[in-house]
């Protein structure tokens, strides 16, 4: 499976973007999705995740209430609607795939390149 993460760019803060990873090679439908982000200086962590079907989702408490995942599972993609942007969620955000219902980036096995979110105050 090849992903590809796009959507990221240059906000304010308070504003909003919406991040899509295409998925290529594989159908995505058997995996759950996630994504994570990676901000300077810092490790990557878990932002947010997606079942198989869509039906279930969980999310950082970062994140919570400000950040909804999504996916078209016939269109092989992901979505991260990001509202209410802060300074701090600032990162390079990628998409991957997991066989595992997890937030332990470990489990997941195909990474995309990562689109970069910058907020700004």
């Known amino acids: 499976v090849q992903l590809q993460a796009y959507g990221g760019g240059l906000v304010q803060a308070g504003g909003s973007l919406r991040l899509s990873c295409a998925a290529s090679g594989r159908t995505t439908s058997r995996y759950h999705m996630g994504w994570s982000r990676q901000a300077p200086g810092k490790e990557r962590e878990f932002v947010a995740a997606?079942?198989?079907?869509?039906?279930?989702?969980y999310y950082a408490d970062s994140v919570k209430g400000r950040f909804t995942i999504s996916r078209d599972n016939a269109k092989n993609t992901v979505y991260l609607q990001m509202n209410s942007l802060k300074p701090e969620d600032t990162a390079v955000y990628y998409c991957a795939t997991t066989r595992s219902w997890s937030t332990t980036l470990s489990l997941y096995d195909y990474w995309g390149q990562g689109t970069l979110v910058t907020v700004s105050s």
């Open positions: 997606i079942s198989v079907g869509g039906g279930s989702a």
